[in-house]
């Protein structure tokens, strides 16, 4: 039974962030491979849309300059043929504050002969900037909107 | 065959949920539904962890008292065994403004006897809050007005 993609992808996406190996990583990636991160560009400059391999390999550089990824909990996963979607809780450290940060995200991957062709990632983003830039005193109260 | 159901049976609730019947959407839950959204309920008190239909109904009841209008794509779905996940992308209008929120949310769903028995959610919550506070919480806190580097 041949290995899913997603598992190939996973570690060499942890790879490439904790261990700045990319060589992994490359050849899993297509070279018309669309992928966002759901989140405010402002504050984290390697969330928002990217398109082809290059930029996507760039993106991955720029998050591995960020964080390391000590801990993932994958929390529910569904493989299809191509393609593969999972909920996890991801424990992290941010490098240049030395931070540890709990989140929780979600991602729809899909594959084209076994590269990553599509990634959407959505963030608890909220919860990422209340442990990352948020100064206490900016916390919201309250709304009824 | 079972993967075809639950993911027909997803959209269903989908159908029913957005065209606005609580009760039919309510109908296609087990009696002890879970629900959890990962949000900050400090700002967006109605989401957070709800357990069984009345408080499932509560919560939804709270969503349709605030927005007049509710549109819903599904640009991705993947069903597995009892498990089906769906990407969606949600058009709410706001009753008190009329301005439409719209956002992309991620569900997981768990279903039992063809029911759904859990419902998780992730979003981009910075994004929602911006767009339900009507305030650019970016710039709030870089300083910089949006789009300025």
């Known amino acids: ?145 | 065959m079972t993967e075809e159901l639950n993911r027909q049976r997803v959209l269903n609730m989908f159908e029913t949920f957005y065209a606005g019947d609580i009760e039919s959407a309510l109908g296609r839950c087990t009696d002890d539904v879970e629900f959890f959204s990962n949000a900050p309920v400090d700002i967006l008190p109605h989401l957070g962890s709800h357990r069984g239909k009345a408080e499932l109904r509560a919560m939804w009841q709270t969503v349709y008292s605030r927005y007049t209008e509710m549109r819903h794509e599904v640009p991705i779905i993947l069903a597995e065994g009892d498990k089906v996940a769906a990407l969606l992308r949600l058009f709410f209008r706001k009753r008190a403004n009329n301005r439409v929120v719209q956002f992309d949310l991620a569900v997981f769903f768990t279903l039992r006897d063809g029911r759904i028995s859990q419902i998780r959610e992730v979003m981009d919550t910075f994004d929602l809050v911006e767009q339900v506070l009507e305030k650019d919480l970016s710039s709030l806190l870089t300083g910089k007005a949006t789009g300025e580097p």
Do not use: C
């Open chain 1, 1 to 145: 039974m041949t290995e899913h993609s997603l598992w190939r992808f996973s570690r060499a996406l942890h790879r490439a962030i904790n261990e700045r190996q990319f060589a992994e990583i490359e050849p899993l990636i297509d070279e018309d491979v669309d992928w966002t991160i759901h989140g405010p560009v402002e504050l984290f400059p390697y969330f928002g849309s990217r398109r082809g391999k290059a930029a996507v390999l760039e993106v991955i550089r720029q998050i591995a300059d960020r964080v390391r990824v000590h801990r993932f909990d994958r929390e529910q996963i569904m493989l299809g043929r191509e393609a593969a979607s999972s909920l996890l809780r991801y424990s992290l450290t941010v490098l240049d504050t030395n931070k540890p940060v709990r989140v929780r995200l979600a991602h729809f991957a899909q594959f084209r002969e076994g590269r990553l062709s599509s990634m959407r990632i959505l963030i608890d983003s909220y919860e990422l900037a209340e442990q990352t830039v948020y100064p206490p005193h900016m916390r919201m109260v309250a709304v009824s909107a």
